[in-house]
């Protein structure tokens, strides 16, 4: 009997994934626990083993396919074994054409359930929650989700919903020309589904702050070459997440998640440094316990993984867990910015660069190395006191003598 060959769930919260690269071909063997194709997940592209020996008779997922965990990926066994197919798999799995594969398979059974009628297209409404599935496919088939009829739970729109409405479309409409479009890669999908669901789920307000950085400058000149001297980078970001770590510990309420059951209080402070891969968008590796290590062990964790994931070998769990984020856009001019919430965290810190201003201290003109802070949160569980008391406990332990 062939072996299946399963999407498998590569965490506790990942449920699904994008069949990114098939490492063999039907018709080559392969071994068990040899890698047999790659997955992108959150980023982080995974691969993956086959689960037994035998020759790949069957590819049923194509390259650049998002499947749900459990899918029928593709079939494992010896020559000439016929391929069992059920309705189930016909359902979850896109199957490739047939004409590479010299290996009989038994006749599928298909399911010839008709379509359901889509809404009126004149007919606008409110859509509610979108799962980032639903966004995607809506995204790359340029559909309005205002025209589609959910028929999920309270009016929601399934992805079989999106699905029937893009087939009925391509029967009663003409093709449309496409060109000037690029290929979405699988970041730039994930980096879409998860800023258009995080505005879609909490109201985002931003406050600013602005920042004297004598202080960590002073610091850094007078420790960087005991830093470089072992290997440590000593950057700005790593002074931001020392600050918001202990601003974390002392303000709790802002290391939380919303709950419709309440407000989730995190037990550890894990924070998020998003960093660019340049043209392919960003990633979002976590320090964990970032609030018990010292400025010393910080700098050698924030500059071991941006290393990681410049280079593309960051895991999943460099990438979850995350109660915080701080994303320093200053490293590229920028002076301010209101950055999207990282869902489902409470709050996002975002640090300007940091320049030389005229500023008024006391009665007198001085200058000094200024930046603004930003902090976008969450207002279902911040009010605008609680979320500058935070935000002022930062600037403040970034503004006094480090030792």
């Not at 029937?164 to 290929?183: F, H, M």
């Amino acid at each position: 009997m062939p072996e299946q060959v399963l999407m498998p769930q590569l965490g506790e919260s990942v449920v699904e994934g994008e069949l990114t690269k098939w490492l063999k071909q039907p018709g080559e063997w392969i071994n068990e626990n040899e890698p047999l194709f790659e997955v992108n997940t959150d980023k982080v592209d995974t691969e993956l083993p086959s689960p037994a020996s035998g020759y790949l008779l069957k590819i049923l997922v194509q390259e650049g396919t998002t499947v749900n965990a459990g899918t029928l990926l593709a079939w494992i066994g010896e020559k000439d074994e016929q391929i069992p197919i059920s309705i189930g798999a016909m359902k979850e799995a896109t199957a490739i054409e047939t004409e590479k594969s010299d290996y009989p398979i038994q006749e599928a059974v298909i399911d010839k359930t008709p379509v359901s009628q889509i809404k009126d297209p004149t007919d606008e409404r409110r859509i509610g929650f979108v799962s980032p599935v639903v966004t995607r496919i809506a995204s790359e088939h340029n559909v309005e989700l205002t025209r589609v009829k959910g028929t999920g739970r309270e009016g929601r729109i399934t992805k079989e919903d999106i699905l029937n409405y893009i087939e009925v479309r391509a029967t009663t409409s003409p093709p449309e020309k496409e060109s000037g479009y690029l290929p979405l890669t699988p970041v730039r999908r994930i980096i879409a589904e998860h800023m258009v669901l995080s505005k879609l789920t909490s109201p985002h307000v931003t406050t600013v702050m602005e920042v004297d950085m004598s202080a960590v400058l002073a610091h850094r000149e007078a420790n960087q070459e005991t830093f470089k001297s072992a290997n440590r980078k000593l950057t700005i970001t790593v002074y931001l997440v020392a600050a918001s770590a202990k601003a974390l510990k002392t303000h709790p309420i802002v290391n939380s998640s919303w709950n419709e059951k309440g407000i989730s209080l995190h037990q550890d402070i894990n924070i998020g440094v998003a960093t660019s891969l340049e043209d392919e968008g960003l990633i979002v590796p976590v320090i964990r316990n970032a609030n018990v290590y010292s400025l010393f062990d910080l700098a050698q964790m924030v500059n071991n993984l941006a290393r990681k994931a410049r280079s593309k070998n960051l895991s999943l769990d460099d990438v979850k867990g995350g109660t915080f984020t701080i994303t320093n856009h200053g490293v590229s001019g920028s002076l301010f910015a209101t950055p999207i919430i990282n869902q489902p965290q409470c709050a996002i810190l975002g640090a300007g660069i940091v320049q030389k201003r005229v500023v008024v201290i006391g009665d007198a003109i001085a200058i000094r190395p200024m930046a603004y802070l930003t902090l976008t949160f969450d207002h279902r569980i911040l009010d605008g006191a609680i979320a500058d008391r935070f935000l002022k406990y930062i600037v403040d332990t970034l503004q006094n003598p480090w030792a």
